[in-house]
């Protein structure tokens, strides 16, 4: 009997991730009734601080509960778009056998190691969420998902790599245009001002989170029990993608895969130097899958039934997108986001500087289960933010700090912004949260540390 309540506690996970987003939605329309409308006057896409003002209430109805599921759709078409006809490329290279051949190489290069493979990967991740290069990785997430079950490691650590990493990244904003970029603009900082401090916390932030990973990485090694997938991981898992064996990594597959990286490459540096966004880094990874299809002779019909599979493999994880963003949607309508924001404008009057950055902080933490947009959430709050720290005698680069930090860590936490990227990995919400609880809450208060040491030495303005 008491083996079996065992198995029955370990086996727990949170409901499907459709019906946490429904529940989501339903507390979001609930809170429409109970909180006041409200609205700052906006111009240009700038927010007028002292323009706050009460408006006639507009409550989400029953048919605006279900048109906000379309609504979310249309708002993310953009973003749906790009991983279907990415995953779809992806599909047809892999009938190559580029990917298994260059995976089985790699894993035949290191020997085994596959901390070396780890930390190379966090490595490159944390690289590329620096620049703030997260949405077109998710059709990567598979391949990546796959590698480190080859290696066997259980599929938590394939979706930390990816996650970990990403959010140190992201959150340092050394280069990240979403957050530093448009919150320093909005207060009148050099963009990408105060750099150096930012890459203090971006070491702090890698090192706790890799720490983290790689003693995870070694117990499950040691011993599978210590895994949160469960002891069986090995025969109970499965890969999204197959690699096939023994296949051999000759000069089709080596040209095809160097063309690959060089395109992900392109796609970074299109983004930072030519403002491309994410249909020009969708369009360059078709040239790369004609030329696979010409270099290997393959048949047409069979590029198109494969690329529709691709595309159908992350239906579903797809469907999140529109899902989540319906959130966003119903907050708009309701009128109550700026009402949230007022309130906690209100709370800062008087306070201490590091009360009131610890407030902000903390706002600006949870506001983020609400409202995951980096750059939406600060085309609102920063407006606010910057004569609260006027008065406060708390300098602007400061509160941007602030702001980031409070804004980048929960974008791969929280329910509402992370179950995109989980879906994507296979993973559910539940075995998340029992793994990366603690270590997010180290990341966190590392954050805060690092804005009272920024405000008590005078971090800025530059």
């Not at 408006?55 to 379309?70: A, C, D, K, R, Y």
């Not at 991981?233 to 990286?261: C, D, S, W």
């Not at 198109?304 to 595309?311: H, I, L, N, R, S």
């Not at 309508?333 to 902080?361: H, M, Q, R």
Request: with cysteine; charged share 10%.
């Amino acid at each position: 009997m008491d083996n079996t309540l065992k198995s029955k506690k370990k086996s727990f996970s949170l409901p499907h991730v459709y019906i946490v987003i429904l529940i989501l939605m339903l507390i979001i329309t609930v809170m429409t009734y109970v909180i006041p409308a409200g609205s700052y006057t906006r111009v240009d896409g700038n927010v007028d601080p002292n323009s706050f003002a009460y408006v006639e209430q507009t409550p989400v109805g029953f048919m605006q509960f279900f048109t906000s599921l379309h609504q979310g759709f249309v708002e993310s078409a953009n973003i749906i778009g790009a991983v279907l006809l990415i995953s779809g490329c992806i599909q047809v290279i892999n009938m190559t056998g580029a990917f298994s051949a260059g995976i089985q190489a790699m894993i035949q290069r290191t020997r085994g190691k596959g901390i070396v493979m780890v930390v190379a990967f966090f490595t490159l991740f944390t690289a590329l969420g620096v620049i703030g290069y997260l949405d077109a990785l998710y059709p990567f997430y598979p391949i990546i998902i796959s590698l480190f079950i080859t290696l066997g490691y259980d599929k938590m650590v394939g979706t930390a790599v990816i996650l970990l990493s990403t959010a140190v990244g992201f959150t340092c904003g050394m280069v990240n245009p979403y957050t530093t970029g448009v919150a320093q603009t909005l207060v009148g900082l050099p963009m990408y001002s105060g750099i150096a401090f930012r890459a203090v916390g971006l070491v702090v932030f890698y090192v706790i989170a890799l720490f983290f990973l790689l003693r995870y990485c070694i117990k499950i090694k040691k011993d599978p029990k210590y895994s949160v997938m469960g002891a069986n991981y090995l025969q109970e898992q499965t890969a999204p993608m197959e690699f096939e064996q023994g296949l051999e990594f000759n000069g089709k597959r080596v040209t095809l895969i160097v063309l690959f990286l060089l395109t992900i490459l392109l796609s970074v540096v299109g983004s930072l130097k030519w403002k491309w966004g994410l249909p020009e880094i969708t369009a360059i990874y078709f040239p790369v899958t004609i030329i696979g299809v010409i270099l290997f002779r393959m048949d047409l019909t069979e590029v198109c039934t494969q690329f529709g599979k691709g595309m159908a493999g992350v239906v579903a994880p797809t469907m999140v997108i529109g899902f989540s963003r319906a959130v966003s949607v119903l907050l708009t309508e309701g009128n109550i986001t700026d009402t949230i924001i007022y309130a906690v404008s209100s709370l800062l009057e008087g306070k201490s500087p590091i009360i009131t950055l610890l407030i902000i902080y903390a706002f600006v933490t949870l506001f983020n289960f609400f409202v995951s947009s980096g750059s939406g959430k600060a085309v609102v709050i920063m407006p606010i933010l910057e004569p609260l720290g006027q008065v406060m005698g708390i300098n602007q680069q400061v509160m941007v700090l602030a702001y980031q930090y409070g804004d980048g860590f929960t974008n791969t936490f929280w329910p509402t912004a992370s179950l995109l990227q989980l879906s994507l990995c296979g993973m559910d919400y539940g075995h998340w949260f029992k793994f990366a609880w603690k270590i997010y809450a180290c990341l966190i208060t590392a954050g805060f540390i690092l804005v009272v040491i920024a405000n008590q030495i005078g971090y800025g303005p530059f």
